[in-house]
């Protein structure tokens, strides 16, 4: 059994938390969308039992990873600090049932098992805590967006000049 398997339902009966620090280069998915893989993640899952009687998982994400800026193409230092509520079905119908009877937009509900991957669940949080576009609030190194303004042909007109030699 994987260290970061859980059951659900029982974690969220037994109201257990589980907290830890993750390096980002043992997440896949978000050392991808990384400039290089420094940095960690702290995390928190917390089990519970929502007002309604649902099952809940509170995710809490943290830490500092390198992204790329979308417009300097430099590495930016982003500090993510993101938290999440989760509520569990047993499976769609029921989460469909849940999300109606909540009715609010803040509470995601997810189909729980009694096999899931904690770590996976934390990945996605921390992958949903990043910027759409990341970029500086000021580029501290504009000369390639200086050299790419500064272009004295369009890259259109080379692209013609491309068409027409053939």
Same mark, same amino acid.
């Given at each position: ?6 059951? !659900?339902?029982? &974690? ?21 969308? /990384? ?17 309604? #009687? ?17 417009? /300097? ?11 999440? *509520?989760?509520?569990? #079905? ?13 009715d609010d937009e803040s509470i995601?509900?997810?189909? #729980?098992?009694? +096999? ?13 805590? *990043?910027?759409? !576009?990341?970029?500086?609030?000021? /580029? ?9 303004? +500064?272009?004295?042909?369009?890259? &259109? ?10």
């Open positions: 059994m994987n260290a970061f398997e859980i059951d !659900a339902f029982e &974690f969220c009966r037994t109201n257990s938390t589980r907290e830890g620090v993750t390096p980002v280069a043992e997440m896949t998915r978000l050392s991808k969308e /990384c400039a290089d893989t420094s940095g960690e993640v702290a995390w928190k899952a917390e089990g519970g039992t929502s007002k309604q #009687g649902y099952p809940q998982l509170r995710l809490t994400v943290a830490g500092k990873v390198q992204l790329v800026c979308q417009r /300097c193409l430099g590495p930016f230092e982003y500090e993510m600090d993101s938290s999440t *509520l989760l509520m569990l #079905g047993k499976d769609d119908e029921e989460a469909d049932e849940i999300e109606e009877i909540i995601d509900v997810i189909v #729980g098992t009694r +096999s899931m991957n904690l770590m996976d669940l934390i990945e996605d949080e921390a992958l949903l805590a *990043l910027p759409q !576009a990341p970029k500086h609030e000021v /580029c501290p190194d504009t000369s390639l967006l200086d050299k790419a303004k +500064s272009a004295k042909e369009s890259p &259109f007109a080379t692209l013609k000049g491309l068409k027409a030699d053939q």
